[in-house]
């Protein structure tokens, strides 16, 4: 099986790049462009994806999905008119792996698809084989997390699997440095930041928030919007919510997120109430659909990270909601937070000054306003889902152009791929 060619481009995009209309120009029927995940759910990559897909320009680009799962009560967006293949796999190897890979590299050609954007690990090694097999001219990988929880194996694969890749699309600066230590090219690296939508700003509480959660007015809200995932550090926020309620009485806690995820992770969690007899304080409120209602009626939002966050999307939503944050300074949350502009960053897994940052926020006249008003305004300014699309757009339009202009030196170039 030939490869073709790698495919050079002149800029870099990066979020500090300008964003001038294309100088790519695809004349014209729109460029046909296929987006692969692992799952069709709930989730950072996944909803930055569908971000794209509702807001990339139509006149230019016909979205088409891959993964190989669906999940439709979590997605929470109607799918017609773009096409969808799910691709039923247990393994990342075997026949009936092959099987549908050949059947990925089929459905490539027969819609003459010209970018396969390929998202994480497992849809990295899926899709990007397949792609080249079915000579589509733009192929583009993700790394969307700063691979700790990764093995050695897994590591090594992925590695691998992006040199078939003409450019591997990163959301934070943290990413990249660890990709580049692990010996990754680094020009072969852009960096686009996720975009989020910024809904309008709601006024106080939300009354039916408090009824189905049977809340006091007086309460201040502390919460977490997260799967439950042991790298999200769960435990050491519970371990500050303790300390929190020795000077904030009226505090109580919220977890905002997937209950099915890990259940023996929940239960560990959900004894460690009961051991700090916080039955009273802490609610687990399972995956719900909205989250930005439960945002408006935050005092705080908390992300301990223990490791491998990229960019946030939690961290982004609760400052759009003008809600002050609060994380652990691990990946690209430095990215997102200006330490004692927009909220606070404190060292991970340490929660005594996890519950010390928390109380600042809480305790502190005009904190929480002012922190809440500066991270909007940052969204605003540099995490907006328009302008992370129009990056989008203008890496995949500069990438099929080079990919045009470069097509008679296919040959040539091919021999430089696995260098």
């Known amino acids: 099986m030939s490869c073709p060619s790698r495919i050079e481009v002149d800029d870099q995009i990066t979020m500090a790049s300008p964003l001038p209309a294309s100088t790519a120009e695809v004349p014209g029927e729109p460029v ?12 950072g990559s996944e909803r930055q994806v569908l971000n ?38 247990r393994k990342l190897y075997g026949v009936r792996t092959v099987k549908e890979c050949l059947r990925l590299a089929s459905y490539l050609r027969h819609h003459r698809i ?22 589509v001219p733009v192929v583009l990988a993700s790394i969307r997390d700063t691979g700790e929880i990764w093995t050695a194996r897994q590591r ?19 990413i990249k440095r660890v990709l580049v230590a692990d010996g990754y090219r680094p020009e ?42 042991r790298l999200k550090g769960l435990e050491y926020f519970l371990a500050a919510a303790h300390d929190v309620l020795a000077r904030v009485p009226n505090a109580k806690f919220l977890i905002i997120g997937d209950n099915s995820f890990n259940p023996q ?14 039955q009273e304080k802490v609610i687990f409120t399972g995956f719900r659909l909205d989250v930005p209602k439960i945002l408006s009626s ?23 909601a003008a809600v002050p944050v609060v994380a652990s300074n691990v990946g690209g949350n430095p990215e997102v937070i200006v330490d004692g502009e927009t909220g606070f960053l404190v060292p991970s897994q340490n929660p005594a000054a996890l519950a010390e940052a928390i109380c600042r926020v809480l305790l502190t006249p005009g904190l929480r306003a002012s922190f809440g008003q500066a991270g909007r305004r940052r969204v605003l300014e540099h995490f907006s889902n328009e302008r992370m699309i129009r990056t989008v757009e203008r890496l995949y339009l500069d990438m099929l152009q080079g ?14 791929l696995y260098k």
């Open 114 to 135: 010209d970018i396969v954007h390929a998202y994480n690990f497992y849809a990295n090694v899926f899709a990007l084989p397949a792609a080249r097999l079915a000579h």
């Open 403 to 416: 990919s045009r202009r470069k097509r008679p030196e296919a040959s040539a170039a091919s021999s430089r």
């Open 298 to 320: 935050l005092a705080v939002s908390v992300l301990p990270s223990v490791i491998g966050e990229g960019l946030s999307n939690s961290l982004l939503e609760s400052m759009a």
């Open 52 to 89: 794209i897909r509702q807001g990339i320009d139509k006149s230019r680009f016909d979205v088409h999905l891959g993964c190989f799962g669906r999940f439709d009560e979590q997605i929470g967006e109607d799918l017609t008119g773009t096409p969808l293949e799910v691709y039923k796999i």
């Open 156 to 174: 090594a694969v992925n590695k691998l699997v992006c040199r078939l890749a003409d450019r591997v699309v990163v959301n934070a600066e943290a």
């Open 188 to 229: 072969r690296i852009v960096v686009i930041p996720n975009g989020i939508i910024c809904p309008p700003l709601r006024n106080g509480h939300d009354r039916d928030l408090h009824q189905e959660f049977r809340l006091s007015p007086d309460d201040l809200l502390i919460g977490i919007v997260s799967r439950i995932d």
């Open 32 to 43: 046909r462009l296929l987006k692969f995940l692992a799952q069709l759910a709930i989730g």
């Open 265 to 278: 992770y929940r239960e560990e969690l959900k004894q460690q109430v009961i051991t700090l007899g916080l």
